[in-house]
């Protein structure tokens, strides 16, 4: 990476970052549930690569609830959930960070041209209490991070996450200077609109063929080898 390039590099976070062992899932069925008024069961919806607005509305419709009735559900379900999954939160017992990763933040935050940020289906304050959970919020620079808050369709979110970084750190900021890092076709899919590269990894919910089959510039089986990740990620040489 030359000394004057800048690499904004936007993680998106279940699959990729850590996973919280179905509570989160849990949390957010039971939101789905309370705002519609009767049993919801979103079993065989893949909550993957999606917003959690998105997600909301996605299953509401499947079940029937529709007009204004629906837009005041989804606002409601995104509040219980994090009401639910705020309270379960400090005492999650099967989440975890996935490996390598913290090692892959501090070697990134070591790197002086490397910004390293959020681009996440999870509404912020939702996106907060995750990385919360394993002290790893430091690590992410929110002013250019963009989440499932700012709006409902993750393929808008990088146009957003370059505006702010043109805001943030000047005009010159391009397209190819995101790296979208994440477990789904959709954050494979969702930057080619702006020219952002991609490096998928398979510790997710989606086969490495699936995957592969969307031609991201890079996959990773996973982020434990910490020199390698980096040098996929922010596009140098190993040897280098």
């Not at 309270?87 to 910004?115: D, F, M, N, S």
């Not at 002290?135 to 499932?148: E, K, N, P, Q, Y």
Request: proline fraction near 4%.
């Amino acid at each position: 990476m030359a000394d004057d390039r800048v690499v904004i590099v936007l993680f998106d976070i279940d699959g990729t970052l850590l996973t919280t062992g179905g509570a989160a899932r849990q949390a957010f069925t039971r939101a789905l549930s309370e705002a519609a008024g009767r049993p919801i069961d979103p079993d065989g919806y893949s909550f993957s690569g999606r917003t959690d607005p998105q997600i909301a509305r996605d299953i509401l419709t499947a079940a029937g609830v529709g007009g204004a009735r629906l837009a005041a559900a989804i606002p409601e379900t995104i509040r219980l959930y994090l009401k639910y999954f705020g309270a379960a939160a400090p005492r999650l017992r099967a989440a975890r960070l996935l490996p390598g990763v913290r090692e892959l933040l501090e070697a990134l935050a070591a790197r002086p041209g490397a910004r390293t940020a959020l681009l996440t289906g999870n509404v912020e304050e939702g996106a907060r209490l995750k990385l919360s959970c394993f002290d790893v919020t430091r690590f992410f620079d929110f002013s250019l991070s963009c989440f499932g808050s700012d709006d409902g369709d993750r393929y808008r979110l990088p146009a957003l996450a370059l505006e702010r970084a043109r805001r943030a750190l000047g005009g010159t900021v391009r397209g190819r200077d995101l790296v979208l890092v994440g477990d789904s076709e959709h954050d494979v899919l969702c930057g080619r609109s702006v020219g952002a590269r991609s490096v998928a990894v398979c510790t997710g919910w989606t086969s490495v063929e699936v995957l592969a089959s969307h031609h991201p510039d890079a996959i990773l089986e996973d982020l434990s080898d910490t020199e390698r990740a980096v040098a996929t990620i922010l596009g140098v040489d190993e040897a280098a």
